[in-house]
T-cell receptor
């Protein structure tokens, strides 16, 4: 298995632009998580899905952030408009079944820089 | 906050020595997990210890959990240069019926050859 796939790996954009991050979870996994990692705040859970349905989005910082999971093999995290404080590494992770919180498999991350 | 706090923030030791990292948390948990993150990479799950367990081993890793002190430790024995990474504890708990997995800030471990 290729593991969790994220694209792009690096994104540099200007303030105000729309940013879309993409994630392909491990085939067969039914939970998908989006995290953000910064030096100041560490690793924060933004949102997670179960069977493509958003379950907990309490970590989404504000309305500029939105996430979708149109099918079991694809999810997007969109920031519109982007701001410099959104600069961070964004990770997608997936897991399977009842052990969803027992072991999460992380993607390599997308390093976002907003100028 | 429920977030686990690792101690120390950074640790530098010689290859072959043992490395011990600690994690403290604030409320009841279902389990506690340790993850490793190599520079520029995603996190990798290392080991999970349930709230009713006190010690667990996996290869050169030994994890202990003291629920009375709300603390856990991760011991890496006979360290190797490849163990250089950041190590995070993550606490799994329920709050208002919702599951949460909250990561600490991590310990940066450097193994010097």
């Amino acid at each position: 298995d290729a593991g969790v796939i994220q694209s792009p790996r690096h994104e540099v954009t200007e303030m105000g632009q729309e940013v879309t991050l993409r994630c392909k979870p491990i085939s067969g996994h039914d939970y998908l998580f989006w995290y953000r990692q910064t030096m100041m705040r560490g690793l924060e859970l933004l949102i997670y899905f179960n069977n493509n349905v958003p379950i907990d989005d309490s970590g989404m910082p504000e309305d500029r952030f939105s996430a979708k999971m149109p099918n079991a093999s694809f999810s997007t995290l969109k920031i519109q408009p982007s701001e410099p404080r959104d600069s961070a590494v964004y990770f997608c992770a997936s897991s399977f079944g009842l052990a969803s919180y027992n072991e999460q498999f992380f993607g390599p991350g997308t390093r976002l820089t907003v100028l | 906050s429920q977030q686990g706090e690792e101690d120390p923030q950074a640790l530098s030791i010689q290859e072959g020595e043992n490395a011990t990292m600690n994690c403290s948390y604030k409320t009841s948990i279902n389990n506690l997990q340790w993850y490793r993150q190599n520079s520029g990479r995603g996190l990798v799950h290392l080991i999970l210890i349930r709230s009713n367990e006190r010690e667990k081993h996996s290869g050169r890793l030994r994890v202990t959990l003291d629920t009375s002190k709300k603390s856990s430790s991760l011991l890496i024995t006979a360290s190797r240069a490849a163990d250089t990474a950041s190590y995070f504890c993550a606490t799994h708990f329920l709050i208002q019926g919702a599951q949460k997995l909250v990561f600490g800030q991590g310990t940066r471990l450097t193994i010097n050859p």
